[in-house]
């Protein structure tokens, strides 16, 4: 019983050193795993990291192109509502100097004609033309009459006229 009892013990001992060597190559094969799978996630998490930064990149420069696509519209929308008020004032006023020496040149033609009145009324004393369904007159002005005293004639020996001799009333 005693090799029985021997021979279970060497088992035993056999079988600790076997387990305690088990556990060493489990230990040793699992740090390498340990490792193996650290080194697979931190080169993982660089791809991540620069595929992050590749696609912020992207977006800057997305977004540059954007903001300097909306600044030349805006630039243009502005240039173009310059322009248009440009050429709107310019047209206005064209059209405001037209109209102002058009203005000009008929008030030049009122006051022409208001002195040719004047020196007409000045010739005429004033008797003006008149005619309507009644027939045809020659209007005296206020404060004068027609003498009526004797018929008057005026003009050369060979052509006499008759006329109304105007006085004062």
């Known amino acids: 019983m005693n090799s029985l009892l021997t021979l279970a013990k060497d088992l035993e001992q056999k079988s600790k050193a076997q387990q305690q060597s088990t556990g060493e190559m489990l230990k040793a094969a699992f740090s390498e795993h340990e490792k193996s799978v650290r080194a697979e996630l931190s080169e993982s998490g660089k791809r991540i990291s620069a595929a992050i930064r590749a696609h912020e990149q992207g977006m800057s420069a997305a977004m540059q192109s954007n903001r300097l696509s ?17 050429l709107l004032f310019a047209s206005l006023s064209g059209v405001l100097w037209y109209q102002g020496s058009l203005i000009a040149s008929n008030l030049a033609e009122i006051d022409r004609q208001n002195a040719a009145l004047s020196k007409l009324n000045a010739k005429t004393w004033g008797v003006t033309y008149l005619e309507d369904s009644n027939g045809r007159f020659l209007v005296l002005p206020k404060g004068t009459a027609v003498d009526r005293t004797q018929s008057w004639t005026v003009g050369n020996g060979r052509s006499k006229q008759n006329a109304l001799r105007l006085v004062k009333e």
Request: proline letters at 0%.
């Open 70 to 86: 909306v600044m030349r519209m805006v630039g243009r929308t502005w240039l173009t509502i310059t322009m248009v008020s440009g």
